[in-house]
């Protein structure tokens, strides 16, 4: 039931691109994606309710294809700030089970 | 605004002892609640929801129990501790859709010696 992401881990430098993918086995209704510091609680960044919805805020973009039960996160430029633990996260069509991604460590360097 | 409490910050506690994890929202009514743990450097694991008052559903086998005695309380609880029980316990509430963001607490670090 876990959606799966990929890469596990990414090192960027500070103004290069980085595309984090989650797939699901199962059938997707919603994505979601979370920011993790490390020591902290996830923190809300977006959610795709249609296939092929696309959304952004800053530089911070993401897409869901419905058909292929896939989103993608999308960074651009990335900052320091970035760094962290990022997690796709999907509901069960009744929307009391939340299931999150196997997470993708993304650590931007100077 | 709708704010969720969780306590304690920290916790060490021997095997074999007892264990009582509390959590409230404030600012909402009749949300979904769910308890979460994270081992050291790992994912979020789904422990427990809750969509109402006494209804628990519970996620993995173990030795680890919740209850929702009230509707904004989430209590975390186990008679005896296990060395694997240690890690990062979050707790988050959501409305009742499938579009509704995870909002949650700042977690409990429980370190079982």
Known sequence: QQPVQSPQAVILREGEDAVINCSSSKALYSVHWYRQKHGEAPVFLMILLKGGEQKGHDKISASFNEKKQQSSLYLTASQLSYSGTYFCGTASNTGNQFYFGTGTSLTVIP | ?113
């Open chain 2, 1 to 113: 605004s709708q704010t969720i409490h969780q306590w304690p910050a920290t916790l060490v506690q021997p095997v074999g002892s007892p264990l009582s994890l509390e959590c409230t929202v404030e600012g909402t009514s009749n949300p979904n609640l769910y308890w979460y743990r994270q081992a050291a450097g790992r994912g979020l694991q789904l422990l427990f929801y809750s969509v109402g008052i006494g209804q628990i559903s519970s996620e993995v086998p173990q030795n680890l129990s919740a209850s929702r005695p009230q509707d904004r309380q989430f209590i975390l609880s186990s008679k005896k501790l296990l060395l694997s029980d240690s890690g990062f316990y979050l707790c988050a509430w959501s409305g009742i859709t499938y579009n509704s963001p995870l909002h949650f607490g700042n977690g409990t670090r429980l370190t079982v010696t």
